[in-house]
């Protein structure tokens, strides 16, 4: 069974004067994309397939756009409103998981709940159990970057900030974005697998004194590279222009994508990220020398104390 709803997608298509349609999707969704442009084909559309990597509606193809009227963006709620893109998001199913194991975890009484989008619409299910249970559950509004209640992205952590919960209790898979969370939330943060029902307390102290050990590495570095997405929802040149007027040997680096090989031909012993904010957090491991969030390059620079650390965000 296709997870992509063909027979809707061509309806919709079907009402929009063009002939040539691009189509992207992150990489659990790849696989789908052949049947859906055979699909296509047969109704007498000519479609591209991008086969670039893609980790979320900020790394819209665009380039595409070159040879098709419009592009179809699968996987992802939409970050921008784009006049020739269209952004098909994959929910998952209403439902959840027994609770079992996540009650005797939460503390408080007043529970924030977050997701990611594929299971951000199962939130009011899971809000309506807990309060059974005696538990007041929140989930924020949406935000412009996040137009689910309750979601959160790997860059963006509006619905962990704005609870005011005692505790948060995030419903998803791996522990990411509940790590971001917890950090952005400053509360303690409880994860629980939709599939499984598996629950735990996600850890946020060993990042952030992993993140610390990264500052002081940094601290040997004479000269900073500030990197600059060329991706249409993560480019923050102004950031970065700002972040510039903080050391006098510091220069700034335009990716597309960025790589450890990149990294290690450019040759800083130190660079500062302000594309996806993932890139330092989550994939530390995988470069040859310190990568710091802009909030960790004001603190190496004397403009911010650790104690007022930050996750970094793209908040617009």
């Known amino acids: ?22 189509l992207q999707a992150p990489e659990g969704l790849k696989r789908e994309l052949p049947l859906l442009a055979e699909a296509l084909r047969a109704e007498g559309y000519f479609v591209i397939i991008s086969g670039d990597p893609c980790y979320g509606a900020c790394d819209l193809a665009l380039d595409t756009l070159e040879y098709a009227d419009i592009l179809i963006h699968f996987g992802h709620t939409p970050l921008m409103d784009h006049p020739r893109v269209l952004v098909e998001p994959i929910l998952q199913p209403e439902q959840i998981p027994p609770l079992d194991s996540v009650l005797p975890l939460l503390t408080g009484n007043k529970i924030g709940l977050i997701s990611t989008a594929q299971h951000a619409n199962s939130l009011p299910l899971l809000a309506e159990e807990l309060k059974k249970h005696g538990f007041m559950p929140v989930i924020a509004p949406a935000s412009p970057r996040t137009p ?7 860059c963006t952590y509006t619905a962990a900030r704005e609870t005011a919960a005692d505790c948060l209790l995030y419903l998803g898979t791996g522990v990411f974005h509940a790590i971001g969370s917890g950090i952005a939330g400053r509360v303690p943060v409880i994860s629980l697998d939709p599939y499984t029902g598996e629950a735990g307390v996600v850890e946020t102290d060993r990042p952030l004194r992993r993140r610390f050990a990264v500052i002081e590495k940094a601290r040997s570095a004479d000269r900073f590279g500030i990197i600059v997405s060329q991706k249409c929802g993560q480019n923050r040149m102004k950031l970065a222009e700002e972040l510039l007027s903080l050391h006098p040997r510091a220069e700034i680096v335009l990716l597309r994508e ?6 290690l031909n450019l040759g800083f012993p130190c660079y500062v990220n302000t594309a996806c904010p993932r890139l330092g957090l989550d994939d530390q491991v995988r470069f040859p020398v310190p990568v710091l969030s802009p909030p960790e390059f004001e603190i190496l620079c004397g403009r911010r104390e650790w104690d007022d650390y930050e996750i970094d965000e793209i908040r617009s």
């Open 148 to 154: 689910l209640p309750g979601q959160v992205l790997g």
């Open 258 to 263: 960025v790589t450890a090989d990149q990294l």
């Open 1 to 22: 069974m296709s997870l992509i709803p063909i027979t809707d997608i061509i309806e919709r298509v079907r009402s929009l004067s063009v002939r040539k349609i691009a």
